[in-house]
């Protein structure tokens, strides 16, 4: 927050020299490419006007070169020669015949040597930088040199006169070029501005404002995007956006009704436990009872009560913002899974549990976190098996332990009839992972978030008819203590 006073004044500084709005950039950069476009043409411009220029004075003088030879004993008189380098606008005409330049007039001969411009073709590539070398020049004289068109026998033709009437007739041409290019790009800005603000600008701004509405009130309907049917990329956006703020509303309906629902149940929670509580002594006393019906009766109960107790506290530990971190620790995997067993009523059922891990095995994680993921593991297993119908072969739960890559991998696999096709995408979803109607869904659900917490993963490594294996990834693997192979007394026996 202390840099916030000196970001401010520089963002200003830095809106003085560019402006903020997209409108106003694409304005300003239109003139400034229509400028350096049309920037281009002015060297090319300025050498064809002045190649023109001086071809116009190479051709007087030209003419002029060939009235000694028209003339009474072929001589000019000095007021004749003075008209004719006055016309021309020259000070001395030179050509060239054979090799050999000869002088054709000559005025007053120049204090210091004139610089050069050829107007031959194969000099003509140097003819862009002559107006720019005659503007910068200090003035004085200019040696043009070209080829003659009336005089077939002769190389070229040549000319010495005084720069100051093509300096300024380049100035003249120059700032007219500038006046030109400058009005052509304002001009063309202005047009391509309002062409792109219309096709452009002005459907950004609309999906912009849309956002802007949406963020502050997704309920509102104004903050719904018009879509304007266009099949180029700003009718794709408009698409995107449509369907993105659909999902969101759907999203966010769907977040309200989770909050009133966690909401309700943290409202109706005590009474509940209060209620569940007294029917679970009611079975109690009920169980002393040597009624045959009774006794026939009461595993259902106790089953339905232990259901509904373990639904109410899913529901709350689902509904919390996020778990506890984990307290990660050395954890006996042998010890760890035999209450999970235990929880999860595998003694009490005819499924067996084959511990493939040895009494000295460790995992590192939280004591009651491992304890919850394998409970949900082995009673899912267990459900499984129990609900498979047609079933002849008994029901079996295998766990086993393995080390890769510095992590520990505890596979639970069973021989129940596997995931269908239809619950494998979902099947870590929160209320959608379970096939069963007496099944909440939230037991892989929160499961997996457990194993996130740890560094880990919780996956569906493989199901099919012959059964389901998942996989459970902890990050670090402790050193095992002294190994013992695992006995009778590791795994609860079968019951039929």
Do not use: C
């Not at 050509?95 to 107007?119: E, Q, T």
């Not at 493939?356 to 949900?376: E, F, M, T, W």
């Not at 002849?392 to 991998?409: D, F, H, K, N, Q």
């Not at 129940?416 to 870590?428: A, I, K, Y």
């Amino acid at each position: 927050m202390a840099d916030a006073p000196t970001e401010a004044p520089e963002r200003n500084r830095r809106r003085l020299f560019w402006p903020g709005g997209l409108s106003a950039r694409l304005l300003v950069l239109t003139v400034v490419f229509a400028a350096l476009g049309g920037a281009m043409t002015i060297p090319p411009a300025m050498a064809a006007y002045e190649r023109q220029w001086l071809l116009d004075r190479v051709r007087a003088a030209e003419l002029a070169s060939l009235a000694p030879e028209v003339a009474p004993d072929r001589v000019v008189s000095e007021q004749l020669k003075a008209q004719l380098l006055e016309g021309a606008g020259v000070e001395i005409v030179a050509v060239s015949i054979d090799g050999v330049r000869s002088l054709v007039f000559a005025a007053n001969r120049p204090a210091r040597a004139p610089y050069v411009v050829d107007l031959r073709p194969q000099r003509a590539g140097l003819a862009l930088f002559a107006p720019f070398q005659t503007l910068l020049g200090d003035g004085g004289r200019v040696r043009v040199v070209a080829e003659p068109r009336f005089r077939k026998e002769a190389d070229f033709i040549e000319f010495v006169a005084n720069d100051t009437e093509l300096k300024r007739a380049l100035a003249g041409y120059l700032w007219r070029l500038v006046a030109i290019v400058a009005g052509v790009a304002a001009l063309a800005g202005v047009i391509v501005y309002f062409a792109l603000n219309l096709f452009l600008v002005r459907p950004m701004q609309r999906i912009t404002f849309s956002m802007e509405r949406f963020r502050a009130d997704p309920e509102d309907p104004d903050a719904q995007i018009q879509l304007s049917g266009r099949r180029d990329e700003i009718g794709r956006a408009e698409a995107e956006l449509d369907r993105m703020q659909a999902d969101l509303r759907a999203a966010l309906q769907s977040r309200a009704r989770l909050a009133a629902l966690g909401e309700a149940v943290a409202k109706i929670n005590h009474d509940l436990k209060n209620m569940l509580t007294s029917a679970q002594l009611a079975s109690e006393r009920l169980a002393a009872s040597r009624d045959p019906t009774v006794s026939q009766a009461l595993p259902r109960l106790e089953r339905a009560l232990d259901r509904a107790v373990k639904l109410a506290a899913d529901v709350l530990v689902y509904g919390k913002t996020e778990e506890a971190a984990p307290e990660k620790q050395p954890v006996r995997l042998a010890a760890a899974l035999k209450e999970a067993a235990a929880e999860a009523r595998l003694p009490d059922s005819g499924v067996r549990l084959v511990s493939k891990v040895a009494a000295g095995d460790q995992v590192l994680a939280d004591p009651d976190q491992l304890h919850r993921i394998l409970a949900n593991l082995l009673r899912n297993a267990r459900q499984a098996i129990e609900h498979q119908e047609g079933r002849t072969t008994p029901g079996r739960v295998e766990v086993s332990l393995e080390t890769a890559g510095g992590a520990s991998l505890i596979r639970v696999s069973d021989n129940g009839p596997g995931v269908s096709e239809r619950l494998r995408e979902r099947l870590f979803q929160p209320f959608a992972g379970s096939g069963r109607p007496d099944s909440s869904g939230l037991g892989l659900a929160i499961a997996r978030e457990l194993a996130q917490g740890h560094g880990g993963d919780l996956t569906l490594s493989v199901t099919g008819p012959d059964g389901t294996v998942f996989e459970l990834r902890l990050p670090g693997a402790p050193k095992p203590r002294a190994r013992r192979a695992a006995t009778a007394d590791d795994t609860p026996p079968a019951t039929s």
